[in-house]
């Protein structure tokens, strides 16, 4: 696998199990979001990554802030570099875990946020849903969405606080309304915080989740998921 990762296996059998993919913030590393996999859905194989560019000390970025569009190329930004080396996680994942590849969920706050939305906006194919908390779409991305037809089997849920002073509110109600164009299941959610996961945000993320496994309860459990 070509990222660093804490693996939290599943408390509960679910035939295949389903996979959560765990992105943190950027000055976070993989131990941060790890935790919260403790709290989320029993059913869940919990996979949290960290991020390839090292800052001081412990933390990690998913990609330099304003450094996306570098040299006119998106091929040769970090967010680039970080967008297919998650994906590339996931197809590890999917062949050496054995989870279920028709389950298969992203929770991302701040650019681990970010680079979640980068994912299901260019291969939506891939995942079930998505959780974005304090999190945009890059411009460069927002310009390669996908068919809607490519995206009619997924669900989003975005979470936003209203004094976030990072990634403004308007970007969060944009990313809404992008996904509300291209006809996505979708949920949003705002909050009084700032740039934080408080909380409400993890027990609403949990529901969530918890919500959509239930409701594929079927999938994973059938004889042909050997």
Not at 84 to 109: E, H, S, T, W
Not at 176 to 186: E, F, I, K, S, Y
Not at 208 to 214: A, D, E, V, Y
Request: charged content about 15%; hydrophobic content about 45%; aromatic content about 6%.
């Amino acid at each position: 696998m070509q990222l660093k990762y804490q693996l939290r296996r599943p408390a509960v059998p679910d035939g295949r199990p389903p996979l959560l993919v765990l992105l943190h913030a950027k000055g976070d590393n993989e131990h941060n979001m790890a935790a919260l996999a403790t709290r989320l859905d029993p059913r869940f194989l919990t996979l949290s990554l960290q991020a390839p560019f090292a800052l001081t000390g412990t933390g990690y970025r998913w990609f330099n802030t304003g450094q996306t569009a570098a040299a006119g190329s998106l091929a040769t930004t970090e967010a680039e570099h970080s967008r297919l080396a998650v994906i590339q996680c996931i197809n590890d994942a999917v062949m050496g875990f054995g989870v279920d590849p028709r389950r298969v969920y992203l929770l991302g706050f701040s650019q681990g946020a970010t680079l979640a939305w980068s994912i299901a906006l260019t291969a939506p194919r891939l995942l079930r849903g998505v959780v974005g908390i304090a999190g945009c779409v890059l411009p460069e991305i927002a310009a390669r969405q996908p068919p809607t037809e490519a995206v009619g089997h997924l669900t989003v849920f975005i979470q936003h606080g209203v004094h976030d002073p990072v990634i403004a509110r308007a970007q969060a109600q944009a990313t809404r309304d992008l996904w509300v164009d291209l006809g996505a299941m979708m949920g949003y959610r705002e909050y009084a915080a700032a740039h934080e996961l408080i909380p409400s945000m993890e027990l609403d993320a949990a529901e969530f989740l918890h919500t959509q496994l239930n409701r594929l309860s079927g999938i994973g459990q059938t004889t042909g998921d050997h």
